[in-house]
């Protein structure tokens, strides 16, 4: 084992709860839990069968905390293969508080975030995209992100990442044989089979990258913001969407002055929406702040929906939100049907070119579903349910499989025009060590400290 400090932590989340679970990791846990835990039967924790509840209560010296059940866990078929205690206790913040106090002044440590799930990965159980996938699984907020939290908990990142640097260990090993036996003149024959192995696992590398912008949007939700000048409608957007009343709505202009973010679960895909203040000129200082923040938020937006008054005629203003949203994903809805048009076909066209639009009123709600289905439409084309390829969601991981794309065309460019054998094999230990930052078999400290902050706490 490398860690043998005893670590604790309260690993249900705080409120009122039927039980909360306190538990504890490492090779004192066994000998706290004993100090602190007098049972109803006969058999002590430590007497007490492995993997079996035993009834019991807590207690502080003579003070009586809590009435419990309680498990111990032997190494090493446990979440962290070392030994782990939980102490299932009344839920709500004070007898769990109180217990976990009582963990540390016996000589246990706080957890900190992730630690349980770092462990498991230090010691082997886990490897590093399982390990993350516990925390996607934690966070995910729609069933599509949570299936591929799924997919990855049970190994199929790390399944497809390995056969690859399978393929280039072979490359790297055919290489070596022909510097060490030179002699045997199977060079000639290398650099084709090397052409042919490259090739492949560009091929693969490639396949991950490009689903991998996908990916993402499954798992983190596609950041919608609603964009258009004050009253068009874009609160309204926003409430029908959430089927809430989440914004203020009122008819007068310039009611949202800040962004307010919230998530629709759209079939199962996520999408984080964000209501903004009505783009125009202002004084009006907050009103102001709000309007810059509204054009910040299209910056890391994979979708604008942006709202035209057709009730209205359109003013500078309208030109101004065209303007903003050239070049970027985007819905285009001309509110208000139910009302009488004020706008003319030309002016349409003038303000909009030859781009698609909606006619609808927010206000009936009847052309929700509509807008629903466009935004599905537009990022899946309705083939994600179905599809069982292997998503990589994750920034690092992306990141690390373009570094080892990269150094697998250097390695093509050098095979191309068969270069010296050993400059292949530079590029090579490049690719193998990018992919191997992927499952964690050559990942840095700072790589994993920087994983592992973003767990919950008892985790
Ligand atoms: N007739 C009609 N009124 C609508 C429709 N959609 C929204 N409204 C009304 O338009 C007014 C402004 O709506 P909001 O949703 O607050 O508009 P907004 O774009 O968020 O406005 P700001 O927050 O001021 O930028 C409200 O009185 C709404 O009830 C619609 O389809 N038809
Ligand atoms: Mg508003």
Known sequence: MINSE????????????????????????????NEIFRPMGKSTLIEAENRKLTYGHIYDGDKLLDEVLIVKMLAPKTYTREDIVEIYCHGGIISVRNILKLTIEKGARLAE?????????????????????VIDLIKSKSEVSYDMS?????????????EIRNEVMSMAALIVANIDFPEDEIVEATYKSLEKDAKNVIKSLNELIDNSSRGKLLRDGINTVILGKPNVGKSSLLNSLLRDE?????????????????????????LKITDTAGIRETHDEVERIGVSRAKEAINDSDLIIAIFDGSKS????????????ENRKSI??????????????????????DKKYFDVSILSGKEIKTIEDEIKEMFFKGEIKESSDVYVNNLRHITALKEAKSAMDEVLVDIEQEMFLDLLEVNLEVALASLGEITGDTTTEDVLDKVFSEFCIGK
């Open 314 to 325: 359109f003013t500078e203003e309208d030109r101004e939100i065209i303007s903003l949203i």
């Open 150 to 162: 799924i997919k990855q908990l049970e190994g199929s990142l790390s399944g497809k990442i390995n």
């Open 113 to 133: 975030a992730g630690e349980f799930t770092k462990r498991a990965f230090l010691n082997g159980r886990l490897d590093l995209t399982q390990a993350e996938a």
């Open 246 to 270: 989440r914004a203020i709505v009122t008819d007068i202009p310039g009611t949202t002055r800040d962004v307010i973010t919230d998530f629709v679960n759209l079939d199962g895909i996520l």
């Open 6 to 33: 005893t670590i604790s932590a309260i690993s249900t989340a705080t409120g009122e709860a039927g039980i909360g679970i306190v538990r504890m990791s490492g090779e004192n846990s066994i000998k706290i839990a």
């Open 332 to 353: 285009i809805l001309l509110n208000k049907a139910d009302l009488e048009r004020k706008v003319s076909d030309s002016e349409i066209k003038e303000l909009l070119g």
